[in-house]
């Protein structure tokens, strides 16, 4: 199973919860006003009476085979409007016959459930009957009331002590189902069939059997505090603090860990094979669930495609890489986060066959400046040798190709006049690394992407993708010969599983002749200038 980011929205108003019209495609958002959302743009906003709501219910009634158009509002005081989500208005509001209300949940199947004066009581607005159970004798303390299903989970602590009461009703009959006591506070709870699952502070996921009381088991699925809990048919799926989505199967094994927010994730809501995932900054992610071979198929070839993957890499992208890599990538353009090279130009280098690779140069980071990364290692878009963006590496790779071809050691200037005088025939900068690639140079970055203005930024991202491509690189091509260059790409040795490898100093320090190590001593072009033309003409 993978999740894979579909759509992503920052909005500009403050959201306090969600629901999915499914019969009149449409996302409705509480908050600030009642908003309804096609193609996540508001096209109808309701402020008023709706100015401060805050839960939001559709309504399934019991005699009716799907959901209705009716949806429930509750607001921040307490009071409940029924809202016709087709027409987008305020029907009415419902007014309870209790006073002193603590807090109001509703049921799918329009019960409002409440609590007052430690009592609790259900409302059925449709047959205008008023069930009544007592809490507690003792009404020191404080209840929050929760819906899970038709079930209702009522949290009670007394005061002045630690231990927590979890009371869990039936909401058909108002009977209670089981009582619960646990030292341990529960963050967010909800029943799967028999039993409650409730989340700590400290990330873990406790299972108490319902019938029982007794707690099975407990999991730690989290360094932070989880804070909402979901479930479908075969996993649970986990917001915690950290905005982080945890995907676990039914035994609360991990199966996936996806950072999609810096912040707290308030809510998770699954309809078919979409989920819903809003932050506390009013922010929303959605996620396609893919499970069969040939979804997982369709994904990795719609992402080669869009980046122009040569199919001899096709082996290594696999569903887990793609979903990884994508997930990253399409947080920083949901996240507005500036980042180089360009989206369409991070696999610019794998555009090319592997076998037809010949030489392999291995960098560090893409250029960190906006709109230089070219997506190529080392190459710059400069139609000439004197431009101000052939940097010191350039420059010293210029002064060795020249070095290799005329047997002669010259500074940059003669070999700028030389060029210009086209006593030394080289191409420019904007074309000779295509003629590189072309003749089969991979030129390859260790970090695919980084931010604007700060290098390494994504190192720790890319590192290990880059050490396993290495090594899928040199199993499927026997016979690259590998370029080396200072300490960074020296680390790299130990992933190449076949071919030559030639090591030396990084091209942006050298001209220590002293050092037999210098990038000007070296035979990177030497060596290799029998199956590669480096001065492209």
Not at 357 to 371: A, L, S, T, W
Not at 384 to 400: C, P, Q, Y
Not at 445 to 463: C, Q, R, V, Y
Not at 480 to 497: C, F, H, P, R, V
Request: hydrophobic fraction near 40%; charged fraction near 25%; proline fraction near 1%.
């Amino acid at each position: 199973m993978e999740l894979i980011l579909k759509d992503s929205i920052n909005f500009n108003f403050n959201i306090s919860d969600f629901e999915l019209d499914p019969l009149n495609n449409t996302l409705i958002t509480t908050g600030e006003s009642l908003n309804f959302l096609k193609d996540l743009k508001v096209f109808k906003s309701i402020k008023g009476k709706m100015k401060n709501s805050e839960s939001i219910t559709f309504i399934k009634y019991e005699n009716q085979l799907f959901q209705s158009n009716d949806l429930y509002i509750v607001s921040m005081d307490n009071k409940i409007f029924k809202v016709d989500g087709k027409r987008k208005k305020i029907v009415n509001e419902i007014i309870l016959p209790i006073n002193n209300i603590e807090n109001i949940v509703v049921s799918k199947s329009g019960k409002i459930a409440y609590i007052s004066n430690g009592i609790l009581y259900v409302n059925e607005v449709d047959s205008e009957t008023l069930k009544a159970f007592p809490l507690t004798e003792n009404v020191e303390g404080r209840f929050k009331i929760y819906i899970s299903g038709e079930n209702i989970l009522i949290k009670y602590r007394k005061m002045h002590e630690s231990t927590i009461k979890i009371i869990i009703f039936s909401l058909q009959n108002l009977k209670k189902i089981a009582e619960i006591s646990s030292t341990t506070n529960h963050i967010y709870s909800k029943i799967d069939k028999l039993d409650y699952v409730a989340s700590t502070d400290e990330g873990y996921i406790e299972i108490w059997d319902i019938l029982e009381s007794q707690i099975k088991e407990s999991h730690r699925i989290s360094k932070y505090k989880i804070t909402y809990i979901e479930k479908d048919e075969d996993y649970f799926y986990f917001g915690n603090i950290n905005g982080e989505l945890i995907v676990t199967d039914s035994n609360l094994n991990i199966l996936k860990i996806y950072k999609i927010f810096q912040e707290e994730i308030k809510k998770i809501q699954i309809f078919d094979t979409k989920i819903y995932v809003l932050s506390f900054s009013n922010r929303m992610k959605i996620f396609d669930k893919i499970n069969s071979e040939n979804k997982f198929d369709d994904v990795v070839n719609e992402f080669m495609y869009k980046y122009k993957i040569h199919e001899s890499y096709k082996d290594f992208f696999d569903i887990n890489i793609v979903s990884k890599i994508k997930g990253f990538i399409d947080n920083l353009d949901a996240d507005y986060v500036s980042y180089t090279p360009s989206s369409e130009k991070i696999f610019k280098a794998l555009n090319q066959d592997i076998s037809n690779i010949k030489v392999c140069i291995m960098g560090k980071d893409p250029y960190f400046q906006r709109g230089v990364a070219t997506g190529l290692a080392f190459e710059v878009e400069s139609d000439n040798w004197h431009d101000e963006k052939v940097n010191t590496s350039l420059k010293n790779i210029l002064k060795l190709i020249y070095k290799t071809y005329t047997g002669k050691m010259g500074d940059i200037s003669e070999i700028r006049n030389s060029i210009l005088k086209k006593e030394f025939n080289i191409l420019p900068p904007n074309k000779i690394f295509k003629s590189w690639e072309k003749q089969g140079v991979l030129l390859l970055n260790s970090s695919l992407t980084t931010l604007i203005d700060k290098a390494g930024a994504h190192h720790k991202f890319w590192e290990n993708i880059i050490n396993d491509l290495i090594v899928y690189i040199s199993n499927k091509n026997l016979n690259i010969t590998y370029l080396l260059w200072g300490n960074d790409a020296a680390l790299m040795e130990k992933y190449i599983a076949n071919g030559e490898i030639i090591k030396h100093n990084h091209p942006a320090i050298c001209g220590n002749l002293k050092n037999e190590n210098d990038f000007m001593l070296g035979k990177s072009f030497e060596l290799t200038k029998k199956y590669i033309n480096w001065l492209g003409v």
